[in-house]
């Protein structure tokens, strides 16, 4: 079983950057694809970004494309979510999930198994 463990969040005021970490241990991470979701309190969890486990493909919400970049490092089991250009919007708690290895990785959270505690990010204006 996959345990996941993000961390990197914050307060940061808008417009700053933060980078968030998830570190995988366990399982099969190098051949699954991982997602990173934000959920705020009393609200659905929203699809945020998510890499293949080749590292080449990746995919974004509309709400932050341009500004937030995933990547994966497989030697490190860690994937990343380089976030710029904050805004308020962003404020949530974001988690990770392992899921599939299918092409391109899905934007739905049931597609994912496992998941992390979720790191809070707070973005003051």
């Known amino acids: 079983q996959v345990q996941l463990v993000e961390s990197g969040g914050g307060l940061v005021q808008a417009g700053g950057s933060l980078r968030l970490s998830c570190a995988a241990s366990?399982?099969?991470?190098?051949?699954?694809?991982i997602g990173w979701f934000r959920q705020a309190p009393g609200k659905e969890r929203e699809f945020v970004a998510a890499?293949?486990?080749?590292?080449?493909?990746?995919t974004y919400a509309d709400s932050v494309k341009g500004r937030f970049t995933i990547s994966r490092d497989n030697a490190k089991n860690t994937v990343y979510l380089q976030m710029n250009s904050l805004e308020p919007e962003d404020s949530d708690v974001y988690s990770c999930?392992?899921?599939?290895?299918?092409?391109?990785?899905?934007?739905?959270?049931?597609?994912?198994?496992?998941w992390g505690q979720g790191t809070q990010v707070t973005i003051s204006s």
């Open positions: 890499i293949a486990w080749t590292g080449t493909t990746t």
């Open positions: 366990g399982g099969t991470f190098g051949t699954s694809n």
């Open positions: 999930a392992v899921g599939g290895a299918h092409l391109p990785p899905t934007r739905l959270s049931q597609g994912y198994a496992y």
